[in-house]
């Protein structure tokens, strides 16, 4: 058996076209794994898991999953998933997350599955929000998977807003325990993944009432479903919301109650409290309930990287082997990823997963310290987090999007296809601009912590300034390109602090109008969600120089430079306008950007194949394999798509006949009324 990643291995059988790219790489995949995922261990780590996984039939998918409806989906991932959970202690190392992560996005893919906020959303806010004693009491049964949990937080009428959901936990002095209800249809919570009709558990957020007074958010353990006959409990209304965009493997679900009792042990206690009198106990930070919302948010730069990274995979790979069109020589048409349009099409792309994977371990790392100083209750990294954290959530996602439709636009008609997987991505990635707070929403928190840092920088204490803001004080210098990344971070500084300065001066002539201060916040709020942008891009444009600065195997570091720059023209000719607008960058330097932009395409195109196999997804993951199965085509790690896309289409269900029921009962019948 032949390892599958090595680059320099060339497999006998492989379409030609993809050998030829491989062959051209100027570096090692296995060692760009390493940088992408952070060592040589984890790295390998996958690779291993991959293979083990390959080798298992029961893990792969039984049939193509667009083919199968959405009762028939739920089933199959609810197969796949619990069949893997039997292997996963062979397999992984079951207290590495990242070791879980990739095996069940590896095995599971875009299509969710019962047990997926179980690990990501139910089990962490118990971690974070619960005492030692409730880990006693829930932890190990829910790790054990005794019990199945989701995270119930959004209702029909509120989701943003979430000062305002409407179900209320009230504490009972008489019985000491919390009555939970759902007072109105609004309340009713809805959108929680595993919700429907997969879950017995959930930490259910609710506003917590004491004495008639409400205490805001809280988070509460709440058995919804019987363990024995999983019928839901008296008291307690769910069910499945329906089909969505994607994630159709998931039963996101609604949930009711009436006057639901449960003990005064269930509020989630570690950083507040309700006493047997009532009275409360306040945690350390106001917003100590949301701790677990900046969790999430801080996985999802690297998340959402690796989503944009699949969609890629499968898009270079493709058009390293789709031949349409001549170029010089007219004997054999070429390429399409030789046109110049295809590599401005995906190319920036491969550079943002790569920015984003890297920014994304650097947030997850800032989350692991900020959980630490909680532990030992300091709190005051919470709110650089959490403005952090929002606006790269907005940013990544939203151009995760752009990217994996310029990715399926990029594989013309196929890319159309359900074979091509690239829409299965596109729903789950895209959910990502909505869920965890909404985008808009989530950049206005951002714009918050700006216009304060900019008003801190004009009342004359730029001191105070944190490291993330402190170039809002900084002089304005003009640069000269030519001299290199430092010169487009300073033109990147510029550019985000003029865009927070004139959105905030905007904001104040406002209330010095006379307009009160949230009415005239929204008459700026998209110049401030701009300058949100501006902001969290200039992030990410600085932890992408900090990462291959630390390289130092020198064929990664040109590949990578090569990437980085891209990125660098990239972002900074997409935000001229604001440069120029204001006489800081010169038409000349405009001029310089595009033809860098135009030139790092064509480095960046012999090593295109190689920069995208170094993610090493599995044929598994792209859906494009393996074991005689028919699935998704177009990524194929070995480039034969059309003989696969043609048993693609032959095992659509509307093949098993030659003559469909919609013929006979409806066409046929109009067709000899027509000859009448
Ligand atoms: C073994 C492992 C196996 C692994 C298996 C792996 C399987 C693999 C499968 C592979 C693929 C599948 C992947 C797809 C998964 C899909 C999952 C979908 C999940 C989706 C989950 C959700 O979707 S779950 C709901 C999220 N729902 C929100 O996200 C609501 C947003 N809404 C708010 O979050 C608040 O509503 C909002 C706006 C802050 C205002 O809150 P608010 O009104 O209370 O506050 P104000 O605005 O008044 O602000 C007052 C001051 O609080 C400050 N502040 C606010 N928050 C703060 C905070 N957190 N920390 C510090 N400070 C904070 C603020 O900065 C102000 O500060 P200042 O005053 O100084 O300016
Ligand atoms: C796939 C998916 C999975 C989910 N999983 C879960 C889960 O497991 N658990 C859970 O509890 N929830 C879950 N959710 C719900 C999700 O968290 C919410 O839908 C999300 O937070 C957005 O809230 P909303 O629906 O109230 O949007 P709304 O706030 O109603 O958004 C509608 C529009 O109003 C705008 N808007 C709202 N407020 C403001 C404002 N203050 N300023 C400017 N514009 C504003 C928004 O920008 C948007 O354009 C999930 C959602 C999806 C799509």
Redesign the pocket.
Known sequence: MTMVFLNKEIRDGDNPDLTEERKTATFDTNKMAEVIYGSEKLARRRREISQAVSLIPELADSKPLPFLSRNEKILESTRKVTALNEHLPRLINMNDEDEAWHIHSEVIGFEGNPLA?HHS?FIPPLVIQGSDEQHEKWLGRAKRREIIG??????L?????IRKLETTATYSLSTQEFILHTPTINAL???????GKSSNHAVV?ASLIIKEQNYGPHLFMVQIRDEQSHEPLPGIAVGDIGP????NG?D?GFLGFNNFRIPRGNLLNRHCNVEVDGTYVRPPHDKMNYAGMIRVRSRMAAEQGTFMAQALTIAVRYSAVRRQGFLENKSQEVKVLDYQTQQHRLFPAIARSYAFIFCGFETIQKYETLQNEMNSGNVSLMADLHALTSGIKSVVTYQTGEGIEQARMACGGHGYSMASYISEIYG?AI??C????????ML?QLARYLVKSVELAMRGKPGDLGPMVAYLAYPDIKVDLVTGPEAYVKMFQHISKRQSIKATEKFHRKMESGVSRDEAW?QC?VELTRASRLHTRLYIIETFIRRVDSIEDLSIKMVLTDLMNLHLNYELLDVASYALEDGFMSSTQMGFIKNQLYSSLEKIRPNAVSLVDSFQFSDLQLRSNLLNFLFQVLGRRDGHVYQNLFEWAKSSPLNQTEVLPSVTQYLKPMMEKAKL
Do not use: D, I
């Open positions: 906020l959303l989701c995270y119930a937080q959004t209702e009428g509120h989701g943003s807003n919570k809805w959108w929680p993944g595993a919700l957020v969505k965009m994607a994630f998931a996101n789950c959910g990502g909505t869920y965890e707070g909404e985008n808009m929403v206005l929204n709020a």
